[in-house]
């Protein structure tokens, strides 16, 4: 339930908060069609995209909201999902070499992943 409580609180800054708030613009993805409606009925008729469990699915339909919405720069969802490919070999492979293993690396927080992806891109994408 922890997901139609957040995007309650993104709904009500949209509708109240006035100012920029109202401008908020809110990407929706589930599983399979309609299955928002067994806890958040109220979102009928908003644009919800589907992802079928399969994550290159939603990488496209995630980059064909940005780009649609935000402006983003159209790069093709092929493109993205190699880009992040060849980080996760890097990555695997740099916290490998420190002395963590599988179980470490998949237990990691986002912002140390986030940190990581910071260093890779500056260190200019090595493969």
Sequence with gaps: MNMPFELGIDHACRRYGGGQMETKMILVLERTRYDYQ???SDISGWDIQVHGEDHQKAVR???DWLVDRAGAEAIGAAKILGEYAAFQ???WERELATGADEDDIKEYPTNLILRAMHDW???GKPL
């Design 38 to 40: 067994k806890a958040l």
């Design 61 to 63: 339909r995630v980059r």
């Design 89 to 91: 070999e890097w990555y």
């Design 121 to 123: 891109i500056d260190a």
